[in-house]
C-alpha cells in the first residue's frame, strides 16, 4: 500500500518502482508509521569520506549545490523528528448519505465551510479540497495533516475519516458457452431486447471509443433519464461519444495527491477518458460490446465478438492509470457521479487485497453501498489471489461478487523432440516461427555463476548464463518459489534465449507470450522432455504453430487464480456470490500501444482473471434489469445465485484447479457458474433493503450514530449473535455451529401466482438439516413466506467447512442455495 502523501515521490509499493520519482537504487527506505514512510536521498555526508569531499568541491557553483543538498537533507530529518502529523496526506471524509432536502450545490458549500474552519481559511480550504461528495452521498476528500484529520473525526455528522488508499486492477466464445446466443426467438437475450436501454457503468482504465465493440448501429437515442456527460480531454471529444458511450468521465486528483503530477512524456497515457491500458476496453466490450465479425487474436479464437447485453449504453468511469494504480478518492468521486448519473449496474474490476478493512473504512463497501440503496447493482471481482482459502475481497453482502471459471476452449500446439516422440502443450504464441529444429537445453544445466539450482530450474530472474542460453529453447520447471511461466519467458529472452518450455502444475490458465514462443506442459511431459534432453549429446525440438481447440474440453471449471473463500472479515457472509467466465477471454483492446515489439498493436486480445469474469456478470445483469427494471439489486444477485449450474457442460460436478484438482465447493463458486436464462426466471428471490443492511452493519459492531449518519435512517443497534445468520441471502453460512442452532429466510413469488414448492435438503456432511415449513404455497394474495432452517451437529468434535444445499421446486422452477457450516467445540474458544 503506498503511504499515503508524504514526499511526491514516496510511498511506493514494495519492490515497484512509481515512473514519476527517482530510481529506488537512489532511496534509502526510513519508515515512520505503519502507514507512511518517507524516502531519503542516499548521500556521502554521513561516511568517513565527507571531510575530503568538501575540501576536494573547488567550485562556487558545486559548495552552493551541495549546501543546498544539505539544506533539503535537514528539512526532511526535521519532518521525520516531528512525526507524521507533521506531513500532508490524502484523507476521505466520509459523512454518510446525503439529506434529500439538501441541495448538492449547499453540501458542497457545508463541506468547504467545515475545511475553513480547520484550515483556517476558505483559500486554505479551497487549494487542500479534491472531491465535494454531493450527489449519492455527503462528504469530500482532501489533503491534510494528520491531526486536521483527526479534528474532523470528531467534527458533528461525520462517519469516517480514512487514509487514501491504491487499489488494483483485477469474447467470442464465452457467451455461447453460456448459451447466451442471439439466434433463438427464446432466452434472456431476446427477452430483455439485447440490454435495451440498460446502463452499464463501469469503473477501468478507461475506453477506446473508436473500437467496432463500441459502434452504435441499431441502438435507439439516449434515454431521458440519463445525466451523465462526456467530458473532454486529451484526444477525447464529445463526437467520441455516441448512443452506445454515453458517458464517459476521468478522475485523477487523488491519484496525483499521492504521486505527483502525470508524466505523460514518460508514461503513455491519456489525460482524458480515453484508454491507455486495454482493460477498460476490454471488461466495457465483454459486458456491452457489439457484434463484431471475424474478430481473433493474431488468427486464435476467431469468431464474432460481442457483449453480453449488445444494446446496453456504456457510462465510462476512469479511475485507473497506466501504472496500475486507482485511488480510493477518486473511485469515491466516480461512485458519487454514477449514483447522480442514473446508471442501472456498476462494473468494477478492482480491489484491495487481504487483510480487509472493516465496511467502514473501505471506500468500495461505502460506494457500493449507496448505489445499491439507490437501486443500483454493483458487480465486482472476487480477486486473483487463489487457490488459496480467506483471499476473497469485495465481500459487503449488498456487493455481486465473481469469481472466474474457464471455457470449453484452449489453444494447443504441437512439441516435436528430435528423436520423433511428440506432445502436446498450451501456448498463445502467435509470432514468427522458425520452422526448423533448435537446441533445446535444460535451464539447471545452464545456470549462472551466482544463481542456486532452483532458481535456475525455475528460470528465475538473473539465474541463467547468457553464453549458454543464446539461441536455444530452455525447459524450465515451476517451483513453489517461482511459479510463473511470464517471469521465465523474461528471464530466457533477456538471456538471447529463441523459446521456453514450462513445466508447470498445468491450468488452463495460458500465458501471453509475443517476442518468443511459450509452451506450457505439466511435469508429466516435462519430465519427459527433461529425460530426452539428458541422454542426447545435441537434444533439439521443434514447436508448432498454435491451434484454436473448441468444444473439447470438459467445463466449466474454476480458474486456479480465482480467490477463494470463506470472508477473512465476515465468514457468515457467502463468499464469492457466483461464478463467470473468466479465462482466455477475447474482447477490444486498445491499439495505440504495441503489446510486443514483435506484434505490434491489437484490436482485440485474449486476457484471464476475475478482471474478466465481473464483466460478463455486469452484462447478465444488464438483461435481468431490461427484464425486470423494478427488481432490486437483493432480488436480482438472488436469481443469479438460486439458479446457477453446479454441474459442468457434461453433468459432471464442476472441479476447482488447484494442486490438486479438487470437487469445487461454494468457497470457490458461491452459487455455482452463471446460468443466464435460467437467471431471468428464477421463480422466487431472497430479497432485502437497506434496513436489512443496517442490521448487518450493527452486528459487525459500528455504533448506531455512525450508521444513523450512514443511512439517515434512525439505527438503534441491539446486536444479537444470530442477527448475520438471518440476513435474508440466497445462502446460509454458519461458521461456529455449537450444538443447534434455527435461522429463517422470506422468499418471494416473482414467478406463477398460484405455486406450490416442496423443500428438498442435502445436508453438509455430519449435520442434520430439517426445514419447517417444507412445502410453500403461494397465491395471489401471499407473494411472500418465510421458512426456518433448523441445524443440528451430530458429532461433538471441532470440524472443518462442509457443504451442502436446500432447493425449493415447483416442477418449473428450482432454487438451489448453498449451506455451509462449521462445527466446534466451545472449550476452543475462550469467548465462546
Avoid at 466464445?173 to 463501469?202: N, Q
Avoid at 530452455?474 to 513445466?503: H, N
Avoid at 539428458?534 to 467445463?555: C, D, F, H, W, Y
Wanted: overall charge positive; proline content about 5%.
Amino acid at each position: 500500500m503506498p503511504a499515503a502523501g508524504a514526499a511526491a515521490w514516496a510511498g511506493e509499493l514494495p519492490g515497484r518502482q512509481h515512473p514519476n520519482r527517482p530510481p529506488l537504487e537512489l532511496l534509502s527506505h526510513v519508515k515512520y508509521s505503519k502507514t507512511v514512510s518517507i524516502h531519503v536521498m542516499k548521500s556521502n555526508l554521513f561516511n568517513n569520506s565527507t571531510p575530503s569531499i568538501l575540501l576536494q568541491t573547488s567550485s562556487c557553483f558545486e559548495l552552493l549545490a551541495m549546501a543546498a543538498a544539505l539544506l533539503r537533507f535537514f528539512l526532511l530529518l526535521l519532518l521525520l523528528q516531528l512525526g507524521p502529523s507533521a506531513c500532508s496526506n490524502v484523507y476521505i471524509v466520509y459523512m454518510g448519505e446525503r439529506s434529500p432536502e439538501l441541495h448538492p450545490a449547499l453540501v458542497q458549500d457545508s463541506h468547504h465551510g467545515m475545511l475553513a474552519a480547520v484550515l483556517g481559511s476558505e483559500p486554505a480550504a479551497k487549494d487542500a479540497i479534491l472531491y465535494s461528495y454531493r450527489h449519492g452521498f455527503s462528504g469530500f476528500a482532501a489533503v491534510l495533516t494528520d491531526s486536521q484529520a483527526a479534528r474532523l473525526a470528531d467534527w458533528p455528522g461525520v462517519v469516517r475519516v480514512v487514509r487514501n488508499r491504491v487499489l488494483d486492477l483485477h469474447t467470442t466464445r464465452s457467451w455461447d458457452f453460456m448459451r447466451v446466443k442471439p439466434s433463438p426467438s427464446v432466452g434472456i437475450l431476446s427477452e430483455s431486447r439485447f440490454g435495451e436501454d440498460s446502463i452499464i457503468g463501469v469503473l477501468d482504465t478507461g475506453i477506446w471509443p473508436e473500437s467496432a465493440s463500441f459502434r452504435d448501429d441499431g441502438i435507439g437515442e439516449v434515454p431521458q433519464r440519463w445525466k451523465g456527460r462526456c467530458i473532454t480531454g486529451d484526444r477525447f471529444n464529445a463526437s467520441n461519444c455516441n448512443r452506445k458511450i454515453i458517458g464517459a468521465k476521468w478522475y485523477i486528483k487523488g491519484y496525483e495527491a499521492e504521486y505527483g503530477k502525470m508524466n505523460t512524456t514518460d508514461i503513455y497515457e491519456f489525460m482524458s477518458a480515453r484508454d491507455a491500458v486495454g482493460h477498460g476496453t476490454h471488461t466495457a466490450s465483454t459486458a456491452a460490446g457489439a457484434l463484431v465479425a471475424n474478430a481473433d487474436f493474431r488468427g486464435l479464437a476467431s469468431g464474432v465478438a460481442r457483449g453480453g447485453a449488445p444494446r446496453a449504453r456504456l457510462a465510462v468511469y476512469k479511475v485507473c492509470w497506466a501504472t496500475g494504480d486507482c485511488t480510493s478518492a477518486d473511485i469515491l468521486a466516480a461512485f458519487d457521479d454514477a449514483i447522480h448519473d442514473g446508471v442501472d449496474v456498476l462494473s468494477v474490476s478492482l480491489g484491495q487485497a487481504p487483510p480487509l478493512p472493516a465496511y467502514v473504512d473501505d471506500i468500495l463497501s461505502i460506494g457500493s453501498f449507496h448505489a445499491v440503496a439507490k437501486g443500483i447493482v454493483v458487480v465486482c471481482s472476487a480477486g486473483n489471489s487463489g487457490p488459496y482459502s480467506e483471499t476473497v475481497i469485495n465481500s459487503a453482502p449488498w456487493i455481486v461478487t465473481v469469481a472466474a471459471g474457464t471455457l470449453d476452449r484452449t489453444f494447443l500446439t504441437k512439441i516435436t523432440l528430435g528423436n520423433n516422440r511428440t506432445y502436446v502443450g498450451q501456448t498463445l504464441y502467435s509470432g514468427k516461427h522458425p520452422g526448423k529444429s533448435m537446441r533445446v537445453v535444460y535451464a539447471e544445466d545452464i545456470a549462472s555463476n551466482n544463481a542456486d539450482d532452483t532458481d535456475a530450474r525455475s528460470c528465475t530472474a538473473g539465474s541463467l548464463n547468457s553464453t549458454l542460453v543464446k539461441g536455444n529453447v530452455v525447459l524450465c520447471f515451476q517451483t513453489r518459489a517461482q511459479r510463473s511461466a511470464s517471469v521465465a519467458v523474461e528471464t530466457v529472452k533477456k538471456a538471447r534465449g529463441v523459446g521456453v518450455i514450462f513445466a508447470q502444475f498445468l491450468t488452463k490458465d495460458v500465458t501471453s507470450s509475443f517476442d518468443i514462443p511459450c509452451v506450457q506442459v505439466d511435469y508429466q511431459v516435462g519430465t519427459a522432455i527433461l529425460s530426452y534432453t539428458t541422454s542426447m549429446r545435441n537434444p533439439t525440438v521443434q514447436l508448432g504453430s498454435a491451434k484454436t481447440i473448441l468444444g473439447e474440453l470438459i467445463g466449466p471449471e474454476v480458474a486456479y487464480f480465482s480467490s477463494r473463500g470463506p470472508s477473512s472479515l465476515s465468514p457468515s457472509i457467502l463468499k464469492p456470490d457466483i461464478a463467470a467466465p473468466g479465462v482466455n477471454i477475447l474482447a477490444a483492446w486498445t491499439p495505440a500501444v504495441a503489446i510486443s515489439s514483435a506484434i505490434g498493436s491489437v484490436n482485440f486480445k485474449i486476457d484471464s482473471g476475475t478482471s474478466m469474469s465481473c464483466p460478463h456478470i455486469s452484462g447478465v445483469v444488464a438483461l435481468l434489469k431490461s427484464m425486470h427494471p423494478n427488481w432490486s439489486p437483493a432480488a436480482v444477485k438472488s436469481a443469479l445465485v438460486t439458479t446457477a449450474n453446479v454441474h459442468d457442460n457434461y453433468g459432471f460436478d464442476i472441479v476447482s484447479e488447484g494442486a490438486p484438482y479438487n470437487q469445487a465447493n461454494p468457497f470457490d463458486y458461491g452459487g455455482g457458474h452463471v446460468d443466464p436464462d435460467k437467471a431471468a426466471h428464477p421463480g422466487l428471490v431472497y430479497d432485502m433493503g437497506t434496513s436489512d443492511y443496517v442490521r448487518f452493519l450493527c452486528s459487525m459492531g459500528y455504533n448506531s450514530s455512525a450508521i444513523t449518519s450512514m443511512t439517515q435512517q434512525h439505527a438503534t443497534c441491539q446486536h444479537t449473535p444470530k442477527t448475520q445468520l438471518n440476513l435474508n441471502l440466497p445462502s446460509i453460512s454458519i461458521p461456529e455451529l455449537r450444538g443447534k442452532l434455527t435461522v429463517s429466510r422470506t422468499v418471494t413469488n416473482v414467478g406463477s401466482a398460484m405455486s406450490k414448492y416442496r423443500a428438498r435438503v442435502e445436508p453438509p456432511p455430519g449435520v442434520d438439516v430439517a426445514v419447517s415449513p417444507s412445502i410453500l404455497t403461494f397465491n395471489s394474495t401471499v407473494k411472500r413466506l418465510t421458512f426456518k432452517v433448523t441445524f443440528q451437529a451430530k458429532l461433538k468434535v471441532q470440524g472443518r467447512y462442509t457443504f451442502g444445499s436446500l432447493t425449493w421446486e415447483d416442477g418449473t422452477h428450482t432454487v438451489r442455495i448453498p449451506l455451509v457450516v462449521r462445527t466446534i467445540i466451545s472449550k476452543f474458544y475462550v469467548n465462546a
